[in-house]
């Protein structure tokens, strides 16, 4: 027979006992069903994880040292490759070389100092630190009140609500409730502070030209004689625009800022920098060096090769992707304990087919055996149990889908319900991808088709003899 | 009387099926040996439980014989695999039986199309031929029932249908009228009648009806126990008037 003509054939004979196919087709929907709704909330989960990884831009950062800084880490790596004193210097040309690197999204220079503020005539000491532009998607940024920088180059701050507090001089007090960031906003966006630095100039030398100072890397490079330069203090008027909730630059630790300018606008400042004064006894060609730069990286995966190359280059390099591989061995082993026990609603499932199907031939032995006298062949017999199995097994596949769909979008409503009240903003943790549902409705069929080889077998053995003396 | 040729359509040799019941050796066909000339018309005749019915198997490829020969056009079925009987069964012969076995879910169209779709027929080919088949039995305005919805002779002639749709050179008849009034019985014979001398087909008919046998068929096979146990040509007068033209 005809493949075509065979399921027709099979779609009209479930159609004779609707009841019973349904039924069995409801079974394999929902076995299908609890497979994609499982799996879609393990994608979710990992994919929300993932998310929010990529944002805190923790797992796809490579922090690269100087090995002339000799307050490393003391790891091993340390102590393998060129001796501190034989090393590259941290400069502009590195920095750019890094970011050539393949894989790499960007390169920036860490720069962090200490230095006083003013606001409303009150001195105030504290760490700043540049902040590229790129960091605007940071979730640290998350619930922050006002807005990120206009431009990288804007005269503008962000405060970390601890240093926010202090000026408004509402600093808690040890097991005191903490001001929610909004109140402490409202008396301080828009509002002036004044910055008090010490530039760093390149001195002019005899043979060369005083070069526009606004533009850095030009003065610097221009700079060819230059291990002279002069210190000069000044001063700075910054508008404050946001405030952050969280902590942006928590992975530093002690050193971390609390006040936050664009990076474009650090650096133009030429704000003399902690490494700056020893640099100086060592430098090679008067270029300033960075203490560190960060390297940001298209994907977790690709940290250890980026690191591998950096190294290579003889810098020190730090980064935390081990964090991410346990992450995803955690990941794989849930998607795998979820799609086992969508699988078992699936076995279940298949178990009512096999049912279905064998009690179909018991019903149906008399028309499997004028069948088989008026032509058909076990090849026919078989295909046809065959098709109404695999029927069966494509319409459960597609319903279960669709309900599978349905169940991880309710999970999702309702887990954003509970999230918004516990003040948390809401999440997708549910998620189908087309690979799921393709992949979801090939299970179902195959299962079915499995289901049925037994049933399918036995009805193409049947004597029709015995058959048609059975009434 | 048409007659295609005189030469053996079907051959069995000391053919025997026996079957284990419990402890007792069934011996429903036992070391039976005839030749049928094509065109011939056989009435299988005997008591029940004579093994007419279990020989008809074995003509039709339904069974296989415990031990012994069929042969059916030159080809030994015992010797057939699965698959080559089912084509058999399929092209070779068409099976009429007492209770019309027609499947009660499908219409009286696609009871008889269903051979065409083992036969691998082009769907649209299919329906014209299913249509011919019925019109020749006379049921064109039944196509779209349901075989429940149908007298017996009705049904019957849908069955006689679709054992033609193939076109066969064999017409296996079990009882055709064991289960109609004298009336529809007369109808179904003078059918296969007119199937044997019209499209020269070899029919083979069990029946425990003599009469019916004198009335039709062109030899009597008797059988008892298994075994042969008369076998008698037959005139017949043949009633030319009920007979219509045409061929499937």
Redesign the interface.
């Known amino acids: 027979m005809k493949t075509y003509d065979m399921a027709e054939l099979a779609v009209r004979n479930l159609r004779e006992s609707f009841l019973r196919n349904s039924l069995t087709t409801v079974g394999i929907s929902v076995g299908v069903a609890s497979l994609v709704a499982m799996l879609s909330l393990g994608i979710g989960l990992q994919q929300l994880a993932g998310r929010r990884l990529q944002k805190s831009g923790l797992f796809d950062t490579v922090v690269v040292t100087s090995r002339r800084d000799l307050r490393g880490f003391n790891r091993e790596q340390e102590e393998n490759g060129p001796a501190p004193a034989e090393s590259p210097a941290l400069n502009e040309s590195a920095r750019q070389q890094i970011a050539q690197l393949p894989n790499v999204l960007e390169a920036y220079p860490d720069i962090r100092f200490i230095t006083e503020l003013r606001y409303q005539d009150k001195p105030y000491l504290t760490m700043m630190a540049g902040l590229p532009f790129s960091a605007k998607n940071n979730d640290a940024f998350d619930g922050m009140q006002g807005s990120f920088f206009s431009s990288d180059t804007a005269p503008e701050v962000i405060l970390q609500k601890s240093f926010a507090a202090q000026l408004l001089g509402k600093t808690p007090k040890a097991g005191s409730e903490e001001a929610s960031v909004t109140d402490l906003a409202k008396p301080l966006l828009g509002k002036q502070l004044t910055m008090k630095y010490a530039e760093r100039t390149a001195t002019p030398t005899t043979d060369t030209d005083k070069k526009d100072p606004s533009s850095a890397n030009s003065a610097e490079a221009n700079n060819p004689a230059g291990s002279a330069y002069s210190v000069i203090s000044r001063e700075v008027t910054l508008k404050i625009v946001g405030i952050s909730d969280l902590d942006p630059d928590s992975m530093r630790g002690q050193a971390r800022a609390r006040i936050f300018l664009p990076l474009k606008l650090a650096q133009n400042l030429h704000v003399m920098q902690p490494s700056d004064l020893r640099d100086t006894t060592n430098m090679a060609n008067g270029t300033p060096a960075y203490t560190t730069v960060e390297v940001h990286v298209k994907s977790p995966t690709q940290v250890q090769a980026v690191e591998d190359a950096i190294k290579k280059m003889g810098f020190n390099t730090f980064s935390i992707v081990d964090a991410t591989r346990s992450l995803r061995q955690f990941f794989a082993v849930l998607d795998l304990f979820l799609g086992i026990f969508g699988s078992l609603a699936l076995a279940v499932a298949s178990i009512g087919i096999i049912n279905t199907l064998v009690m179909a031939i018991l019903e149906r032995r008399r028309e499997i055996g004028i069948m088989k006298a008026i032509g058909a062949s076990d090849s026919d017999v078989k295909g046809l149990f065959f098709a109404e199995a695999g029927v069966m097994g494509v319409f459960g596949g597609f319903v279960g889908v669709a309900l599978g769909w349905a169940i991880g979008r309710v999970i999702n409503v309702g887990t954003n319900v509970y999230l918004k009240r516990q003040h948390f903003p809401p999440e997708q943790i549910w998620f189908v991808p087309w690979w799921l549902v393709l992949g979801a409705i090939a299970f179902a069929i195959v299962v079915s088709l499995l289901s049925g080889l037994y049933p399918a077998s036995r009805a193409a053995r049947l004597d029709p003899v015995q058959a048609l003396r059975y009434e | 009387m048409l007659r295609a040729e005189n030469s053996i359509a079907i051959h069995t040799e000391n053919l025997c099926r026996h079957y284990r019941m419990g402890d007792a050796l069934i011996r429903a066909v036992d070391g039976i040996s005839i030749r049928v000339v094509a065109g011939e018309f056989v009435a299988l005749l005997g008591t029940s439980g004579s093994g007419k019915s279990s020989l008809l198997?074995l003509i039709?490829g339904?069974?296989r014989p415990t031990s012994g020969n069929v042969v059916v056009q030159k080809s030994d079925l015992a010797k057939l695999s699965?698959?080559e009987l089912?084509?058999y069964?399929?092209?070779t012969v068409g099976?009429v039986?007492q209770s019309f076995?027609?499947?009660p879910?499908?219409t009286l169209l696609e009871n008889v199309e269903?051979?065409l779709?083992?036969?691998?027929v082009d769907?649209d080919k299919r329906e014209g031929l299913a249509k011919q088949a019925l019109d020749r039995v006379g049921l064109s305005s039944r196509l779209r029932h349901r075989p429940t919805e149908l007298s017996g002779g009705e049904q019957q002639r849908a069955s006689l249908a679709?054992?033609l749709i193939?076109r066969p050179r064999f017409l296996l008849a079990d009882e055709p009228t064991g289960n109609l009034d004298s009336q529809t019985g007369t109808e179904i014979m003078n059918f296969i009648r007119e199937f044997n001398e019209m499209l020269g087909m070899t029919i083979i008919m069990v029946t425990h009806e003599r009469t019916l046998a004198e009335r039709y068929a062109s030899r009597m096979i008797f059988l008892a126990d298994g075994k042969l146990v008369g076998d008698q040509s037959n005139v017949v007068s043949s009633a030319s008037g009920q007979i219509r033209g045409g061929g499937l």
């Open positions: 198997n039709a339904l069974d699965r698959e089912a084509k069964r399929l092209h099976m039986f076995n027609l499947i879910s499908m269903l051979p779709r083992f036969a691998e769907r679709r054992a193939n």
